[in-house]
Nanobody, 120 residues
């Protein structure tokens, strides 16, 4: 079993910053990609940012220049630094982790979600 625990969400004014963190624990041999997704009310879940085991990052267009994803492989954590937040960033943010299970395969795990609310 793998558990993901997220922290760092909250209420912030437009232009402010928040830092989200996600810690993975349990039966982990190796973590492949880690990432953050978000889902706003009435909308589909969308990718925010991802980072490979080697540190290669990928960002959604709306996140480029404002958000920074990072990971600590020793601690099995992934973080998302969010700056210059806008009201449209309001959503539930989910951590996603791909755990290597052998034979070239991995299983996806999701955090419980953390609410980010940006007031105008």
């Amino acid at each position: 079993q793998v558990q993901l625990v997220e922290s760092g969400g909250g209420l912030v004014q437009a232009g402010g910053s928040l830092r989200l963190s996600c810690a993975a624990s349990g039966s982990i041999f190796r973590i492949n990609a880690m990432g953050w997704y978000r889902q706003a009310p009435g909308k589909q879940r969308e990718m925010v940012a991802s980072i490979s085991s080697g540190g290669r990052t990928n960002y959604a267009d709306f996140a480029k220049g404002r958000f920074t994803i990072s990971r600590d492989n020793a601690e099995n954590t992934v973080s998302l630094q969010m700056n210059s937040l806008k009201p449209e960033d309001t959503a539930v943010y989910y951590c996603n982790v791909a755990i290597y299970t052998g034979w070239g395969k991995s299983d996806d795990y999701w955090g419980q979600g953390t609410q980010v609310t940006v007031s105008s």
